[in-house]
Every structure is written in C-alpha cells, then in structure tokens.
C-alpha cells in the first residue's frame, strides 16, 4: 500500500488562502476527502469528493473551501479562501479505494497574523 502525499500547507495570515493537494496511487477510488486535526481536537471531515464527482463540506468551511480532483494526475485539491485562526491544523488526506482506506501523513496549515 502506497500512501497519499499532501503538500502545501504552510503559515498564512487571516483572510489569506492555500491550495493542499494530494498525490494518490490509486487512479480508482470510491472517496478521497480531507480532513483536519487541531491539538486536543477530535480529527474531523473538511471536505468529501466521491468517485462521482458529488462533494460534500463541514458547514464550518462552506462557501471558503473547495476540494476538486485532477484524475488525470490522480491528484486532489482543496482551495482553502478567507482562512480563520480556527482552520489551523494539521490537514489529512484520506482515499477509499478497492475496499481500502489509506491516510497521508498530514501538512500543517497555521493561520495567524
């Protein structure tokens, strides 16, 4: 098993914005979705992207984020905007495919002045 590789994260100022993506093996896949972890904060959804192309966001994030999937790089996005303090976190890619789930390692996402 091959895991995901994110990249982009990086410290940027309130109302800033990143691009995360994440590199995949698997060129099929039922779901790749991003999710976040603060310190001391249960890991939580951000955002779903289904094979189907059907999306799906936390409401803390709607209208600010974006995920997107690139199949011909077998790459995800997400298009963070008008970024919180509270988006701070450790950011996780996770793919669904052939029966199995797959983490990436995570990229730090710090947004403060």
């Known amino acids: 098993q091959v895991q995901p590789v994110e990249s982009g994260g990086g410290l940027v100022q309130p109302g800033g914005s990143l691009r995360l993506s994440c590199v995949a093996a698997e060129s099929i896949f039922t779901v790749m979705a991003w999710y976040r972890q603060a310190p001391g904060v249960q890991r939580e959804l951000v955002a779903r992207?289904?094979?189907?192309?059907?999306?799906t966001y936390a409401d803390s994030v709607k209208d600010r984020f974006t995920i997107s999937r690139d199949n011909s790089k077998n790459t995800m996005y997400l298009q963070m905007n008008s970024l919180k303090p509270e988006d701070t976190a450790v950011y996780y890619c996770?793919?669904?495919?052939?029966?199995?789930?797959?983490w990436g390692q995570g990229t730090q996402v710090t947004v403060s002045s």
């Open positions: 996770y793919v669904l495919a052939l029966g199995r789930i797959l």
């Open positions: 992207i289904q094979s189907d192309g059907r999306t």
